[in-house]
């Protein structure tokens, strides 16, 4: 007699699945976490009290809240499937890069209390956190990625009105503080995610998530998304994610538009919108040239406060020191006394020189390789057509201290990517 082992095993591969699917504590934690994550600017809890980007205060407020709320919900997984050690064999499975670039994490943070070293709380914030929330949401439905898509679409909505508010009336809600001083000069909106740069990167891969992810949304939504956030994005002020977005972005939507009409598959709604943009754009870009909604962003072309030159200047810091204090890590007195000499009191703004200067360069070597495999491993697990706000993020975190620092950057864009380029963003017909 035959029998049917198809069943059975169906079955058993669901009950494998349902073992390691997020229980509903953590179902309803990973909500609060992403909000914290997205809402939670360093101006917002220094009104609330909590002096995270400063320097003084307590050591605890150095770490973001949802990066406190994320490793408790990590730490309640771990427990809560039953057996630690099968967890991690689950996780090792499902995202094994991930889990390297944990490790490599937890090992630099060792080294980095043992030798003295600066950025404890930057690995913690930077890293680790992104790591965790990524090995959280591997266990996912498509259930709660729509929640969190449709939490991401309502924050990010809130922030680019938030920063058009601010640009237009110059009344920053939320300034960017550090240890409770605004800085006076620097008038471009902060909005939920503080700093201008930060907005600008943040701003940048959602707009361009929104071209060739989040497949979910209508056709009619999304193009109102993208007016809004790309105006938001000259509000904000950043040059690098400016350009890049502009290049990019209408590269593909050249292509995509090619693409369309080669196959015929062009909706009405779809070239009803085009043909009154078209027709609209220019009047648009004469009333607000006009009435000087570019000149900010302008300005930033013309004066940048020493950015450009800061970016050259970086690499004679090299001159001081021997092969084999690059490779350890220099004295960091010896450091920061010739890169306040060279004027570069605001930090070294690449993540690679800053990191292999102030860690050494195998410990450099060492994220690097994690760092690239991760990503990898982010865009393998994502819809076709990731690579375009990956490419420009990865081209923007190069133009400033970003990853190599404190930042929450890499946790907002791997939940961005994780969301919106998840398999169940396309739309069932």
Known sequence: MAVDVAPSLSLAHAGRADRWSLDVLSRLAVVPVVLALFALSGGILWVLGYNYDGLTGSSVTKIHPATY??????????VATGNPLSYLGHLAAQRPATLLLLAITILVFASVVLR??????????????ACCLVLILSDADDRLIARLRLLLHV???????????????????????FDGQAFETDLRPSALQGHPLINA??????????????????????????????????????????VLTLLFGGLYGLRATYLSLRKGRVSLLAAAIAILFAGLAPVALTVLISQGFFDALASRFISDGGSANARIVMFELFDHFSLSQIII?????????????????????????????????????????????????????????????????????????????????????????????????????
């Open 69 to 78: 709320l994320t490793l408790l919900v990590f730490a309640w997984r771990t």
């Open 116 to 129: 003295g070293r600066p950025n404890m709380a930057g690995l913690i914030d930077t890293y680790i956190a």
């Open 155 to 177: 924050i990010m909505t809130v922030n680019a009105l938030l920063g058009l508010y601010e640009f237009a009336t110059k009344n920053l809600l939320f300034p960017f503080r």
């Open 201 to 242: 990167a943040v701003t940048s891969t959602y707009l361009l998530s929104l071209m060739s992810g989040a497949k979910d949304l209508p056709q009619a939504r999304r193009f109102a998304l993208i007016g809004l956030q790309l105006a938001a994005l000259v509000a904000f002020g950043g040059r690098t994610a400016f």
């Open 329 to 429: 890590g220099p004295d960091i007195e010896v450091l920061d006394s010739w890169r306040r000499i060279y004027g570069l009191e605001w930090g070294i703004e690449n993540p690679i020189i800053r990191m292999t200067l102030y860690q050494g360069a195998f410990v450099t070597l060492l994220l690097a390789i994690g760092f690239g495999l991760f990503m990898h491993e982010i865009a393998k697990v994502s819809l076709p057509g990731v690579w375009l706000p990956m490419i420009v993020w990865i081209l923007v975190i190069n133009t400033a201290e970003s990853i190599a620092s404190k930042t929450t950057m890499l946790t907002k864009f791997c939940v961005m990517i994780l969301c919106l380029y998840h398999p169940s963003t396309i739309r069932r017909r």
